[in-house]
């Protein structure tokens, strides 16, 4: 077969090919557009074709801690006049506004935490639509494949609740933030059996998206040890339950799976030297 009769050959069965995976493609569809703004480690449930990222920006922002450094402080109006108030899990307002204000912009929500907004959905996801939540967690839980069961209950709550906002931290931030706790103590968060806590990735989110912070009811990483500290409890809404020090102690020195509460604090710390963050009830010197 001469040279141009072959070339004609393989061209005639190649067009057909091309044409079918042509098709193929545009039956398939384009990938998702993705937003060019935003905070790119926190994404939009539930995922569609477009990919959001959580497009916030304030100049100042209040992040209330759960302590129960909180019960007495007499902060509410003061925090409620900021312009975003971060809180964390399910931490309640009602009944503590005169301590804690009752603002929420954005409230940052563990795993496992979720099943107590769920148990309470028409208070936070109806009640309180304004608010935007971020949430947290493992790839066991959060995988978008239909096997992450803390993100399939979160699909489920954002179709049924369409005004509220609902946003997961990718594992690329959740990789980042492990990075950050590694260059800053020197240790594997992985093997050294820790976990970072909500305050972690909630610190970590107020330094995106705020240009200053002011932080209420967080104690230093040398808080516990002086000798005239006051005992409060772990949170300010349960006030007959464990003692925060005790807490941040059989934490700090778990050897699996613990928090380790007073380590990070003594990195906020380093990072109130970088940012424009100020901590109150209790002041910290810095």
């Known amino acids: 077969m001469k040279p141009l009769t072959l070339w004609l050959c393989l061209l005639s069965v190649s067009l057909p090919l091309l044409f079918w995976f042509g098709h193929v493609i545009r039956r398939d569809g384009p990938p998702p557009a993705v937003q060019s703004n935003g905070l790119r480690g926190y994404t939009r449930i539930p995922p569609d074709r477009m990919v959001q990222f959580l497009d916030m920006h304030c100049n100042q922002c209040a992040l ?50 979720v099943p107590l907004l769920v148990r309470n959905e028409l208070y936070y996801f109806e009640q309180l639509a304004d608010t935007t939540y971020v949430v947290w967690g493992p790839e066991r839980n959060m995988r978008q494949d239909g096997r992450g069961r803390v993100f399939n209950t979160l699909v489920k709550i954002a179709k049924k609740y369409p005004n509220v906002s609902i946003y997961a931290v990718t594992r690329e931030k959740i990789q980042y933030c492990d990075s950050v706790f590694q260059n800053e103590t020197g240790k594997n968060r992985m093997k050294t059996g820790a976990f970072l806590s909500t305050g972690f990735f909630t610190m970590i989110l107020a ?80």
């Open 64 to 113: 209330v801690s759960s302590s129960g450094q909180m019960f007495g402080a007499g902060a509410g109006e003061e925090i409620d006049n900021i312009g975003c108030v971060i809180r964390m899990n399910n931490a309640p307002t009602v009944g503590y506004e005169k301590d804690v204000g009752s603002r929420t912009s954005v409230r940052v929500v563990s795993h496992t935490s």
């Open 207 to 286: 330094i995106d998206m705020c240009d200053s912070i002011h932080v209420y009811g967080m104690i230093d990483d040398n808080y516990c040890s002086r000798a005239n500290h006051t005992a409060v409890p772990y949170h300010y809404y349960e006030r007959n339950r464990i003692d925060e020090c005790r807490m941040y102690r059989v934490h700090e020195h778990t050897q699996r799976g613990g928090h380790r509460f007073i380590t990070e604090k003594a990195i906020y710390a380093r990072w109130a030297t970088r940012h424009k963050m100020e901590f109150k009830h209790p002041t910290w010197s810095l």
